[in-house]
C-alpha cells in the first residue's frame, strides 16, 4: 500500500515538473528574445454631422374629448333595449326605454283636466265681458287653466326622461343593464366615449415652461402599436404650475379618425422645441461613462502606427444609439467604438474593420 503512495506521488511530482519546466523555458525564451506582446485590437469610428431637431421626451395618458356613463334621470323598470355593446351611435340616438304605462295615463288624466280648466276660463272670460261674473274669477280660471297647462309640460318631461338618448355622437361600451331590470335613479346603463379626436394630458418641468407652445407638434408612441407614430397639437397649457411635483400640464389634440388609440391608454411623447439643426455625433458605445466625466479614446496616426489618447468631451442629446457632441472633438476625428476596457493613454493599437455591436457602418 505504502510503495504504491510513493509511486504515485512521484508520478505526480514528474507531471508537475514537465509542466512547469516547459513554462519557464518558455518565459526564459521570451525575455532572452526580448518578446513584446501584440497591440490590442479596437473597433473605431468617426465624428459625423447630423441633422437633429431638439426635442423633450414626456409620459402621457390619453383621455377622451367627452365620456361619460350614460345614466337614467328618473327610477323605472327597462322596456326595451335599442342598442349593443360597441356601437357606434349619433346624438339624440335612442338607447333604452323604461315602462311608461303609469305615466302615459297621469298624461292623459291631466290632458282632461286641462281641457276642463280651458273651459271653466273660456266661461269665465265670456260672463265677464257681460258682468255676470266678477273679476276675481275670472283670474282664479286663468290660474287653473295656467296649472294645467303646466302639469302636462311637467308630465311630457317625465315621459321623456324615460327615453334615455345618447347625449352625443361616441362609442358605446359594455352594456350593464338588461331587459326587465328596474333601474334605480342614477343606475349605470352603458359608457360613452368621444373617440376622435382624442385629448393628450401630459407634464414637463416647470423650468421647460418655455419650450411648450400652443400648436407646437407632439409624436406619440403607444405599446399596443410599437410600429406606428401618432401625431397631435398642443391645444392648452396649464396656467399653474403644480405645488407638489413642480411640473406644468399640458393638452395636445390627437387625431384619431382611424379610432386605433383609445382613452387610458399610457403614451411615450416626444415634443419638438425648435429647428432642425447640424450637431456632431458619435455612437453610445464610444463613450466611456465616469463620475468625473464622459470621456473617449482618439487615435492618432503616424507612419502607419496608431496610437490612443484619452480625451474629456462634453455630451448632449442621444437617440438612436447615437449621442451629440457638444465640445471636446471636431468632425472627422477617429477614436474608439470597442475595445477601452484594455486602452491607457499612448498604446498602440491595430484597427479592426468590422464596426462595434450595434454600429452602423460609417
Known amino acids: 500500500m505504502v510503495k504504491r503512495l510513493f509511486i504515485v506521488l512521484a508520478l505526480t511530482l514528474g507531471m ?10 518558455q518565459i526564459a525564451y521570451a525575455m532572452e528574445h526580448h518578446y513584446v ?38 327610477a323605472g323598470k327597462v322596456s326595451a333595449i335599442h342598442f349593443k355593446s360597441g356601437d357606434q351611435v349619433t346624438a339624440g340616438d335612442l338607447l333604452i326605454e323604461l315602462d311608461t304605462i303609469t305615466d302615459e295615463a297621469e298624461l292623459r288624466r291631466l290632458h282632461a283636466a286641462h281641457r276642463l280648466a280651458k273651459i271653466k276660463f273660456d266661461r269665465a272670460t ?37 327615453r334615455i338618448v ?34 393628450l394630458d401630459f407634464t414637463l418641468p416647470e423650468s421647460r415652461l418655455l419650450a411648450a407652445r400652443v400648436g407646437l407638434t407632439v409624436k406619440i408612441a403607444v405599446d399596443a402599436y410599437p410600429d406606428s407614430a401618432f401625431e397631435g397639437i398642443i391645444s392648452a397649457i396649464n396656467p399653474q404650475v403644480e405645488d407638489a411635483s413642480r411640473n406644468i400640464k399640458v393638452r395636445a389634440t390627437v387625431d384619431n379618425s ?53 480625451k474629456q468631451i462634453q455630451t448632449g442629446d442621444r437617440r438612436n444609439g447615437r449621442i451629440e457632441v457638444i465640445s471636446g472633438l471636431k468632425l472627422d476625428d477617429q477614436v474608439v467604438s470597442a475595445g477601452q476596457i484594455k486602452l491607457r493613454d499612448g498604446i498602440t493599437v ?10 452602423r457602418g460609417q
Open 126 to 162: 265670456r260672463l265677464a265681458t257681460k258682468a255676470y261674473t266678477s273679476e276675481s274669477e275670472v283670474d282664479e280660471a286663468k290660474a287653473n287653466l295656467d296649472q294645467a297647462v303646466a302639469a302636462v309640460a311637467l308630465q311630457r318631461a317625465i315621459l321623456g326622461k324615460k
Open 350 to 359: 491595430l484597427i479592426s474593420d468590422k464596426p462595434a455591436p450595434g454600429e
Open 16 to 25: 508537475f515538473a514537465v509542466l512547469f519546466g516547459g513554462r519557464i523555458s
Open 37 to 74: 506582446p501584440p497591440p490590442p485590437t479596437v473597433a473605431s469610428t468617426r465624428v459625423v454631422i447630423e441633422k437633429w431637431q431638439p426635442f423633450i421626451k414626456a409620459v402621457g395618458s390619453l383621455v377622451a374629448k367627452r365620456g361619460v356613463t350614460v345614466s337614467n334621470e328618473l
Open 258 to 310: 382611424a379610432l386605433q388609440l383609445r382613452p387610458g391608454m399610457f403614451t411615450q411623447v416626444t415634443l419638438f422645441t425648435g429647428k432642425i439643426k447640424p450637431v456632431l455625433t458619435l455612437p453610445n458605445t464610444a463613450i466611456t461613462y465616469t463620475t468625473y466625466g464622459d470621456s473617449v479614446f482618439v487615435i492618432s496616426t503616424e507612419n502607419d502606427e496608431h496610437t490612443v489618447e484619452r
Open 166 to 199: 345618447a347625449p352625443f355622437s361616441g362609442t358605446l361600451g359594455i352594456r350593464q343593464v338588461d331587459l326587465g331590470q328596474f333601474l334605480p335613479t342614477g343606475s349605470s346603463i352603458v359608457p360613452l366615449q368621444a373617440l376622435d379626436p382624442l385629448y
